[in-house]
C-alpha cells in the first residue's frame, strides 16, 4: 500500500495510507523505529452517528488526498454518503517539536441536528522489538493517554476548538489472549474507561460534536513523542494548554516549511502549474525523508513488509547521493553537508562504503557475500562508494566555504579515492568485480567503471585545491587506464553497445551482453564518452529499442528480461529512474521535444498526491513497489532542472 502523505521533522516522521490512517510512526530517526509498522497497527479512525458506526477503512468511505502547495501540511478528505458525514484531516508533524497532529475538520451533510462520535485509536509495538510489552495509561492531571515502553514515550491527546478535551477512552489488549482491539469497544458509541494495561496494547478515545443541519465543527488529536515521559508531557502541553496552540503550532510549521522551500519556488516559477507543483513536492519528499544525523532514507512505506523480507528504510550512499544532487544545485548546504558527515562516520577502515546503513548509523541488513565463487571480496557496490565521493567533489565546487575541505579530504576524500584507486583487476585495468547498480550480479559493470572514473578525476581536482600533487597524479592516472581498459573490454564497436559488464576469473573473462539502461546512463552522464559521440546515440537508440515498454513511446525497464517485482504473466515494469535517465541525454544531446514528452508522460504517473514509486505495471501504469521512492522523486527534480539550465553538469 503506498503512503499518500509522508510527514517529518527529521526525528518525527509519520506515513498515512490510503485510508487516511497512520500506518508508519518512526521516532527517533526517519526510517528507522517504526512503532507502527503492520496490518494490525494502523491507527483506525471511526464515527458513530445515529447509532451506525463505520470505519474509515471498511470500504464505505470516498476518500481523496492532496498536500499543501508550500509546505508539508497533508490533506486528506473522506466522504460517507451513507451517513451523510465528511471528515477533512489538515495532518502535519510539528518542524520544531515531536508532535503529529490531525485537525479534523467534522462535517454533517444531512438538514437535521445530529451528535457525531468521532473515535481516534492507536497502537504501538514500541522500538521494533521481538518483545511487545508496553504499557498504556490514562494521566487524568493532563487528559491524556500514555503509551510507553524504555525510551520511547507516545502521548495521545484531543479536544475541541472549544478546548474540551475527549469524554471517554479505552484501554487494553489487542492481537493476543482473544483481544482484538480496544478499537473493537467503539463500535456501540462508548468506551470502557480503562485505566492501565501493559502488554501488547492499544488505545482508543471520543470526541463529541454537536451539528445542525449542513453544518460543522473541528476537533484536535495529536501524539506527542519523546524519550521520557515528562519530555513528552511538556510537548503535550503546549497544545492542550493554550487556547491557540494547534493552530500556532500549524502556522509555525508552514512558516519553516516556507522559509525551506524557498530556493525551490523561486527556481520553479515560470515552470507550468502542474510541473511546478510536482517539482516543489519532490523536493519535499526528499526533505521528509532526512534524518537527523544527515542519512537519506530511501522509501519509509513498509508496504513491502508484507510480501518481501525487509522494506526500504535504509539509507543507501548511492540512492543518498542522488537524492542530495537536486538540492545541492539548488544551493542547499545543511542536508548535503550533514550527509557526507554521516558518510565519513560510516566509512570502512579500508576506504569504502558498505550496501546500506540504517539511520541510526549501524550497519542495514544485507544479502551480499564475502564469498563469489572462488573469489573472495567485500560485499559492497562500489558505485557507492565512487558516486558520494564524486557528489562531495560536487558540492565543493558550489560551496568552497562551507565544505570544508580540510576537515574531510584526509580521513575521507583520500581514504576513498586510494580505495578506488588500488581496487583494479590488473588482468583487465578496470575496477574490480564488485555488485551492480542493481545489487543483484557480482560483476565489473560498465555503469560502475564510469563513475570509478569520474570519481577519481574529481578526487584529484579536491587534492589538487589541497596541494597533494603526488595524490592528484597518482589517481589522475589510475582514471586515464580505466577510460583506456573501458574502451577496449566494455565497448563492443561491431554492435554499438556497451556491455553489462564482465567478469575476470581464472584466466577467463564471462561477457555480459544485457542491454542495461544503466551502463548507457553511466557512460554519459559521468563523460566516460562524449553526450554527442556517435557511441553513445547509438547505445540510446538500442537501448529504447530493447527496453522501451511494450506498446508505448516511453517507460524504460532497467535491464532486458528483468523479473524484480514482475508479474509472471507482464512484460517487465519500467521504473521512473530510467525512464528520466533517457529524457537527462535528450535535454543534453538537444532533443528537448523529446525529452519533454517523457516528462510529461512521467508527471501522469504522479499520485494524486503527487507521489511517485520505484516502478509502474506495464500493463496498468499503476504503482507497484515502494511509494514514494526518493531516487524517483530526485531524478524528477535532477530532469527539471536539466531542462531549465541546459547544462546537467
Known sequence: MARPITLSNGEL???????GLVHDFYYPHVGFENHSSGKDLRHKVGIWVDGRHSWLDDGNWQIIFRTSSHALIGYTRAKNDQLGVILEFDDFVDAETN????????????????????????????????????????LPDSKAIVHYRGRRVFVIGGKDDSGNAFDQRSIGLFGIEGHEGTYKDAEDGELANGSVEHGRVDSTIRLVVQLDGHSSKRIHYWIAAGKTLREAVNVHKTVFDDEFGFRKRQQKTVDWWHNWLKPVVESSKNLPFVRRHLFIKSAMVIRSHIDKNGAIIASTDTAMLNYSRDAYGYCWPRDGAYALWPLIRLGYTKEPLNFFLFMLGSLHSSGYLMHKYRADGALGSSWHPYEHGSIIAPPIQTDETALVLFMYAQFYNMNPD??????????????????LASYIDESIGLPKPSYDLWEEKFLTTTYTTAVTHAA???????????????????????????????????????????????????????VDETIDASSFYGLFMFGLFPAKGDELQSMCEQ???????????????????????????????????????????????GQTDR?????????????????????????????????PLVWSHAEYMATILDSLSGDPE
Not at 497532529?101 to 437535521?112: A, D, G, L, Y
Not at 570544508?404 to 576513498?416: A, E, N, S, T
Open 402 to 419: 562551507v565544505a570544508v575541505l580540510p576537515q574531510f579530504y584526509g580521513p575521507f576524500i583520500k581514504p576513498m579515492a586510494d580505495f
Open 595 to 627: 525529452a519533454m514528452a517523457i516528462v510529461e508522460w512521467v508527471e501522469g504517473l504522479a499520485s494524486e498526491s503527487g507521489m511517485y514509486s520505484e516502478q509502474i505495471d506495464p500493463n496498468t501504469s499503476e504503482a507497484v513497489s515502494v511509494e
Open 456 to 510: 577519481l578525476l574529481a578526487a584529484a581536482e579536491l587534492a589538487e585545491a589541497m596541494k597533494d600533487e603526488g595524490s592528484a597524479v597518482r589517481w589522475r592516472n589510475a582514471a586515464s587506464d580505466i577510460a583506456t581498459a573501458a574502451k577496449k573490454h566494455l565497448y563492443l564497436p561491431e554492435k554499438n553497445i556497451a556491455v553489462k559488464g564482465l567478469l575476470a576469473h581464472d584466466g577467463q573473462i564471462d
Open 13 to 19: 516522521h509519520v506515513g498515512i495510507n490510503n485510508y
Open 543 to 589: 537501448t529504447n529499442a530493447a527496453l522501451r515498454m511494450p506498446r508505448s513511446d516511453f517507460g524504460i525497464i532497467r535491464y532486458e528480461n528483468d523479473d524484480y517485482q514482475r508479474k509472471s504473466d507482464s512484460s517487465p515494469n519500467p521504473w521512473i529512474i530510467s525512464s528520466l535517465w533517457e529524457a537527462q541525454y535528450n535535454i543534453e544531446v
Open 99 to 138: 508532535l503529529f497532529m490531525r485537525n479534523i475538520h467534522v462535517i454533517n451533510t444531512w438538514s437535521e441536528h445530529r451528535e457525531i462520535r468521532v473515535f481516534m485509536h492507536q497502537a504501538f509495538i514500541i522500538g521494533d522489538g521481538a518483545s511487545n510489552t508496553s504499557t498504556a495509561q490514562y
